[in-house]
């Protein structure tokens, strides 16, 4: 071989390699965004399924006779006009946790609406929990990932015969909500692949009698 040919042919070696390390790199990059897309989906699909977990308790162990507080008198708050249903916040009492014996003990509150991280400012989905006694202090946390912003939250209430429930001022019309449809709409961007913006829907059916119709407790607990 000639010293040209032997140059040429490193050349086209040269040429070849940094094509190769281009194209790996771009296939690298590639499946890193779309794990950690793949990671914000999940995290999203997470805060929804917790949500509808909690909310599917309303209304547990709790007996509206043994309560002080106006708002754990109802499995979906009425009587407290701060904590009534609206289009994009929803409170409910029962026993969440459920996790002894004895029925009835552990009542709370739980809520969920869109609110400030107070860490990095970014819109959140914000639990919020008061237990169902005298004086308790409410409180106030995130629940979703900050890295997913939470561009709305929306809740639609629906009676046991399918009918939308739009009276959410009226406390008997709020005891007819049996069905809640959870819509959440998220916004996330991994560098400069551009933001990806994603809507999630639930319906969540209150599994729990109407406290206020029926002294029902878990059959499980004493």
Partial sequence: MTLLEVLVSIGLMVTLAASMTTLLGAAVRSKQVIGLRTIDAETARTSLEWMSERLRNAGLNLRPAEQTEPRCQDMVVALDAALRPTANALHVSGEMLNSNTIAGDEVITLGYRVGDDPVTGVPVIMEYRQDCTPGAIATL?????????????????????????????????????????????????????????????????????????NDWKNPSEP
Wanted: overall charge positive.
């Fill in 141 to 213: 946390r995130p629940l979703s990932d900050p890295q997913v912003r939470v561009t709305q939250l929306a809740f639609d209430y629906f009676a046991p015969n399918g009918q939308r429930i739009t009276d959410l001022t009226t406390r008997s019309e709020i005891q007819r909500i049996r069905v809640v449809r959870i819509t959440l709409q998220t916004e996330s961007s991994q560098g400069t692949s551009g933001v990806l913006r994603r809507t999630w829907s639930r319906d969540v059916m209150l599994r729990n009698p109407e406290p206020n119709l």
